[in-house]
């Protein structure tokens, strides 16, 4: 096996990179799942939630799905970190894992993150005639979308690092 390349970063850059991932993961889960307002209409109430609208469940999805990747990548790094080496005994095998998976991940909190930005900017423009408390729902759609663009952000960042520390091959 060929050894990883020079320019590879520390274990410890990688782990703090996930643990704000993590951080940046969790703040935007809990701002989109207490998200909610209501909303009168011609004196009628409407109840208007994060699950009503579609591009907020794709980032739920991306939240979901990004949470407990992050949580194992954060095992495996400070296991890395405390050992001193990696968890597989053939490390190649899970350097490509860190690889393809980041490459992945990072896609799909992108596309979250795009999604909600623009059905917020979409949404808010609709709903503008209604009143001020529509307002209050979009701000915070648009501040879970800035969480989750930050971990994005991270996992790209994790995602070059993990290109960095393939081994080269002829």
């Excluded at 799942?33 to 907020?56: C, G, P, Q």
């Excluded at 296991?79 to 894992?97: A, W």
């Amino acid at each position: 096996m060929t050894e990883p390349s020079s320019s590879t970063p520390s274990p410890v850059i990688s782990l703090v990179l996930r643990l704000l991932t993590f951080i940046s993961i969790l703040i935007s889960l809990i701002i989109l799942t207490n998200n909610s307002a209501t909303i009168v209409v011609n004196s009628t109430e409407l109840k208007l939630r994060f699950k009503d609208v579609y591009a907020y469940r794709y980032m739920l999805f991306a939240l979901v799905v990004g949470l407990p990747y992050i949580l194992l990548q954060i095992v495996f790094g400070i296991y890395h970190v405390s050992m001193g080496k990696r968890i597989s005994s053939s490390g190649e095998s899970l350097l490509q894992f860190d690889f393809y998976a980041d490459k992945v991940m990072s896609y799909i909190l992108a596309t979250g993150t795009g999604a909600a930005f623009g059905a917020t900017l979409d949404l808010k423009e609709v709903f503008s005639e209604l009143g001020s408390n529509y307002n209050k729902f979009f701000n915070k759609g648009s501040a879970a979308a800035s969480f989750i663009l930050f971990a994005f952000l991270f996992t790209a960042v994790s995602s070059v690092f993990s290109s960095l520390a393939l081994p080269k091959k002829l």
